[in-house]
C-alpha cells in the first residue's frame, strides 16, 4: 500500500511516516501543499493523509484540486484546526475523514486501516496463492494458518509480488513501490529482502523464481 502523507511539521511527519513504515506501508512525505498536489495527481496512491495548514498551497486547496481530477483516493485530514467549519468544508470538498491535533499515532493508524478497509471492498482484501495468505488491511502474512514474521519492506516485496502472480516483476517496480521519493535504493538492497523473503517462505508451496536478466517471479511449485 502507497501513502501520500503532506505534513510541514517534520517532527511530526517523521514521526506518522516511521509508524506506518513499520506497518509495512510505503509512504512518500511532501512538506508544501504545491510539491504534495503534483505528487497525488501524478503518481497512484491507495490513500492520501493531508494537513490543512501547508505552506505554498493550503490542504483544501490540494483537496480541491485532487478531486477536481476524478481522484477515487480515500483522503484523510490532518488539522489543527478545531472549528466546525475547517471540518465541514473538508469533507464537503471531498475528503472522507478527518483527525484533529494532538492526536495518538493508535488513531491515526486505525483511521488509516478503516478507510482502506472501505476502498478496498470492491478488490481483495486477501491475497492469496497457494498456502500462503496475505491481509491487505491487517498488513500480515500467512503460510495456511501460521503468521509470518516479517520486516515491513519484506512484507512490501511480497505484497507487490502476490499482486502480480506468475508475472516478472523488476527491481525497478520494486523500487518504485517500496521506497519514499527522496531514498537512495541501491539494487543490493532490494536482492537482500528477496532473498530474505524467499527463504521465510519456503515452508509454502510457492517459490520466488530468479529470472535473470528480467527480475522475480512469485508462482506455485510444481
Known amino acids: ?11 511530526l511527519s517523521d514521526g506518522i511516516s516511521k509508524a506506518l513504515q513499520q ?7 511532501f512538506d508544501n501543499g504545491v510539491a504534495a498536489q503534483q505528487a497525488a495527481v501524478g503518481a497512484k496512491f491507495d490513500l492520501i493523509i493531508l494537513d490543512l495548514g501547508l505552506p505554498k498551497l493550503d490542504g483544501l486547496s490540494v483537496l480541491q484540486r485532487v478531486r477536481l481530477q476524478s481522484k477515487t483516493v480515500p483522503i484523510l485530514i ?28 493508535p488513531e491515526l493508524e486505525a483511521r488509516v ?10 478488490k481483495d482484501e486477501e491475497l492469496v496463492l497457494g498456502e500462503l495468505r496475505f491481509d491487505v488491511i491487517g498488513r500480515r502474512a500467512f503460510i495456511k494458518d501460521v503468521p509470518l514474521e ?3 519492506r519484506e512484507l512490501a516485496v511480497l505484497e507487490f509480488l502476490l499482486q502480480r502472480a506468475g508475472r516478472v516483476v523488476n527491481k525497478e517496480q520494486l523500487i518504485e513501490y517500496m521506497y519514499g521519493w527522496d531514498e537512495d535504493v541501491t539494487y543490493n538492497a532490494i536482492e537482500v529482502n528477496v532473498h530474505r523473503l524467499r527463504k521465510k517462505i ?3 508451496d510457492v517459490n520466488i523464481r530468479t529470472i535473470r536478466g528480467l527480475g522475480y517471479l512469485l508462482d506455485v511449485v510444481t
Open 1 to 11: 500500500m502507497h501513502i501520500l502523507l503532506a505534513e510541514d511539521d517534520e517532527v
Open 23 to 29: 506497518k509495512g506501508y510505503s509512504v512518500d512525505v
Open 78 to 105: 490532518v488539522t489543527a484546526r478545531d472549528g466546525l467549519h475547517d471540518r465541514v468544508s473538508g469533507l464537503d470538498l471531498g475528503a472522507d475523514d478527518y483527525i484533529t491535533k494532538p492526536f495518538d499515532l
Open 113 to 122: 486501516r478503516a478507510l482502506l478497509r472501505r476502498s478496498t471492498k470492491s
Open 150 to 152: 516479517l520486516s515491513a
Open 202 to 204: 519456503e515452508a509454502a
